[in-house]
C-alpha cells in the first residue's frame, strides 16, 4: 500500500485545516488506518484512526472534539479534519495504514504502511 498525506499548512489559532490521505496499490476497504504526528523534539504520536468500514473510531485525549477522522473506500482516501487547532497541534502529521482488517489501532506498531507526512503549522 502506498499512501499519500496532503492538505497540512499555516493556520492561525481557532482555524481548520483537512488533511487527505490517497492509498493506492491494495485494496484500501479492507485495512484500518490512522493519523499520527510527530512535533520537533517529540516523539510521534497517535491522533485518530479509523477501522475498515469506517463505522468504528478512536481519538487521542488532545483530539477528542475538535478532530474527526473518516474515510470512503470508493475513493481510497481518508480524512482527518482538524478544527479548532491550537499551537500545540503543531507537528508533521502522517497517515498510516494497518495490515489487518478490523481496528481501529491505536499503536504505531501495529501499522505496517505510512505516509510521507504533511507540515501542519498553527500560529498563535
Known amino acids: 500500500v502506498q499512501l499519500q498525506a496532503s492538505g497540512g499548512g499555516l493556520v492561525q489559532a481557532g482555524g481548520s485545516l483537512r488533511l487527505s490521505c490517497a492509498a493506492s496499490?491494495?485494496?484500501?476497504?479492507?485495512?484500518?488506518m490512522g493519523w499520527f504526528r510527530q512535533a520537533p523534539g517529540k516523539e510521534r504520536e497517535f491522533v485518530a484512526a479509523?477501522?475498515?468500514?469506517?463505522?468504528?473510531?478512536s481519538y487521542a485525549d488532545s483530539a477528542k472534539g475538535r478532530f474527526t477522522i473518516s474515510r470512503d473506500n470508493a475513493k481510497n482516501t481518508g480524512w482527518l479534519q482538524m478544527n479548532s487547532l491550537k499551537p500545540e497541534d503543531t507537528a508533521v502529521y502522517y497517515c498510516?495504514?494497518?495490515?489487518?482488517?478490523?481496528?481501529?489501532?491505536?499503536?504505531?506498531?501495529?501499522?505496517?504502511?505510512w505516509g510521507q507526512g504533511t507540515l501542519v503549522t498553527v500560529s498563535s
Open positions: 496499490g491494495s485494496p484500501f476497504r479492507n485495512i484500518a
Open positions: 479509523i477501522n475498515w468500514s469506517g463505522g468504528v473510531t
Open positions: 498510516a495504514a494497518s495490515r489487518y482488517g478490523s481496528g481501529p489501532y491505536r499503536r504505531s506498531d501495529e501499522y505496517a504502511y
